[in-house]
């Protein structure tokens, strides 16, 4: 049975991007019943951002720099759609094996939002999300109304060094392990009969036609190919705005960034004990995401971030330095005594990492810039072109559903079904 919204007209409908995103765009379209192809420029899918990142399933909690809590919102909103969407992944025991332990806000000493204010915000983005759950029915990861408490003095000094971190909160927000989810996703993209997947295609130029689109690819050995589609949605990152121009949308009249990122993927029995799952906040920090299967993500932003572009596509990054891996460490260790004294070897904690686009002219130091939001994010349509900003993972599933509804409505309205 298809789900609500079907296409009937089954159009063929183009996506670029084979990451998280486009990839479930392509789902959400083939079970309504298009017919969709799916351009992935690497060899395989789901290889790069969607794979190397925390695979924190967002409340909110992250954004205390927006008073307003804007941002807060959005992020649960997309929240309570990942839930419904990894179930259709992953059983109940998978999904649990794959979750993180719950998330402690640790806030630094120094940090641009006071305990105070931290704490406030917490608990209003936990109010706002809530309500949501609650008028519609819904769940986070299969949990009930997620809750935010501060921890004591005792709990705070047994895993944290109090001369770094002022206070700290425990909430039930979590990681999906983006290992176990980019698998699953792949395989059923994979099955899928109306999906046809072209990977080392890269789009080139999406062009406006009479009533059609077309897009252009070129393959690593040059030649080149175009396809015709009646709807094209990019969500192919950092190639996004590069292919929006070609397509002809206007500029956005604001200026964005593009930060590569770089994190260690490590394992529990790399290191003498373990850490605690933990957000430093606010400011150029990082985190330590733990996850029961034994995986550790380790950031730590100064260290981490070693790309920085203003240009419609970013630069390629050609080498990582590895000393970042010691930096990164030592620098966490700060502020968790269970990494101090921690080497760690390139074989067991590989840097892997990906592009971070968001608003804003100034880096996350600028206590006024844009990154420390992320609300001007989502899915932009003009006529049969839509362009999708996805802003954090979390957001994937609700944005492609928005978007498959959107392609719905024309094939309805151009193909109404007769009375």
């Not at 997947?197 to 406006?208: G, N």
């Not at 203003?310 to 620098?331: F, G, K, Y």
């Not at 944005?399 to 309205?413: G, M, Q, S």
């Amino acid at each position: 049975m298809r789900p609500a919204g079907a296409i009937a007209a089954r159009p063929r409908v183009a996506v670029i991007g084979g990451g998280i995103q486009g990839c479930c765009a392509a789902l959400e379209l083939a079970e309504r019943g298009a017919e969709v192809v799916l351009f992935e420029r690497d060899a395989a899918l789901l290889g790069r951002a969607s794979l190397w990142n925390e695979g924190k399933i967002h409340l909110g909690y992250t954004y205390a720099k927006d008073r307003v809590d804007r941002t807060a919102l959005t992020m649960a909103r997309g929240a309570l759609e990942f839930g419904p969407f990894v179930r259709r992944l992953l059983s109940s025991q998978e999904l649990e094996r794959a979750l993180s332990t719950p998330f402690t806000y640790a806030v630094a000493r120094g940090s641009m939002v006071d305990p105070l204010r931290v704490g406030a915000h917490l608990s209003s983005a936990t109010q706002q999300a809530t309500a949501l759950m609650a008028a519609n029915g819904a769940d986070y990861l299969g949990r009930d109304a997620p809750a935010v408490r501060a921890l004591s003095t005792k709990e705070l000094e047994a895993a944290y060094d109090t001369s770094a971190v002022a206070a700290a909160y425990a909430t039930d927000e979590r990681a999906l392990d983006t290992s176990v989810l980019c698998v699953s996703l792949a395989g059923a993209v994979e099955a899928s009969g109306r999906i046809e997947v072209r990977c080392e295609h890269e789009v080139a130029s999406i062009d406006s036609g009479a009533d059609r689109l077309h897009v252009s690819t070129v393959r690593p050995d040059g030649s080149a190919a175009r396809e015709t589609a009646g709807h094209v949605v990019n969500a192919s990152w950092d190639s996004l705005l590069f292919l929006d121009r070609t397509a002809g949308v206007p500029a956005p009249g604001r200026q964005h960034l593009w930060r590569h990122k770089v994190a260690i993927f490590t394992t529990a029995s790399a290191l003498a004990a373990t850490p605690p799952c933990a957000t430093l906040v606010v400011g150029e920090l990082g985190d330590c995401v733990v996850f029961p299967n034994g995986r550790i993500y380790l950031s730590w932003y100064p260290a981490g971030r070693i790309g920085w572009s203003q240009e419609l596509r970013p630069p390629a990054v050609r080498t990582i330095d590895p000393s970042i891996r010691t930096a990164i460490v030592r620098a966490l260790g700060g502020f968790l005594p269970a990494l101090r004294g921690v080497e760690l070897l390139p074989e067991a904690a590989p840097l892997e990492g990906g592009e971070i686009f968001s608003w804003g002219s100034t880096d996350i130091r600028d206590p006024a810039s844009e990154v420390h939001e992320r609300q001007a994010i989502g899915v932009r349509s003009y006529g049969r072109y839509h362009s999708i900003d996805t802003g954090k993972l979390t957001m994937a599933p609700r944005f492609a559903r928005l978007v498959a509804e959107r392609i719905a409505a024309d094939a309805r309205a151009r193909h109404p079904v007769p009375a």
